[in-house]
């Protein structure tokens, strides 16, 4: 809602208070005017486990007769980042206009790079192998998909990547959350994801490869 609207709603909560009660729900607080805020008691929930949204989207599953992959429930749980209500809505939109919900449907419907295609890259940097992650990412660039989003979910792959030490799990979720704050920025470039890359690639390479002679 618009701050407009907000502040219409705030004069119908004052008018109706005695006999109406409101419930609002959000995902982020702050842009809720103050105004409502102080006239609410606030309640805050943390994000649904993984557990749980795949259940539920085995129930629905069952109860609407949908067909699936393990992979691609498990596909829908990572694009959903704990919210509930996304992960039915991309359920949904998988089930209707693919006719299958696996990984590759869903990661289509949602628009986001495959995270074995990001995982690839990401292991490829740790194993020093520069090269051959940035050719993995002008295949994905030329996908079509914003940096934005090959940003975001590098993110989110590293943190699951169980091969990488906690050290460079540490140093890389560091350089990834520099390039995205420069791609919000404006800075959303092939040449941006490049340095991002070869950042990642120089945390494993020999030190002796950068002396000068």
């Known amino acids: 809602m618009t701050p407009g609207a907000q502040q219409a709603l705030r004069r119908t909560m004052e008018i109706y208070a005695n006999t109406t009660r409101f419930c609002f729900a959000c995902n982020q607080s702050n842009k809720i005017i103050e105004p ?10 943390g994000r649904v486990s993984d557990e749980q949204l795949l259940r539920r ?14 992979e691609g429930l ?5 694009t959903a980042e704990g919210d509930m ?6 359920l949904q939109s998988t089930w209707t206009g693919q006719g299958f919900v696996n990984a590759d449907n869903v990661f289509k419907v ?13 292991k490829a940097c740790y194993e020093a192998r520069l090269d051959d992650s940035l050719d993995k990412l002008d ?24 091969v990488l030490p906690e050290s460079i799990k540490l140093e890389y979720i560091r350089e ?4 995205h704050m420069k791609t919000l920025e404006g800075v959303s470039t092939l040449l941006q994801l490049s340095g ?18």
């Open 110 to 122: 949602c628009d986001q790079p495959h995270p074995m295609a990001i995982h690839e890259i990401l």
């Open 176 to 179: 990834i959350g520099w390039t």
């Open 85 to 90: 209500r996304q992960a039915i809505n991309n």
């Open 36 to 45: 409502i805020q102080s006239r609410c008691a606030i309640l805050r929930f």
């Open 57 to 70: 989207l085995v129930e629905i599953c069952k109860a609407e007769n949908v067909e699936y992959s393990d």
């Open 139 to 162: 295949e994905i660039w030329s996908l079509g998909y914003s940096s934005l989003d090959i940003v975001t979910t590098m993110f989110r792959v590293v943190k699951t990547m169980d």
């Open 74 to 78: 498990a596909a829908i749980v990572f």
């Open 196 to 213: 991002l890359v070869s950042r990642l690639a120089k945390q494993s390479m020999d030190p002796k490869l950068f002396l000068q002679k």
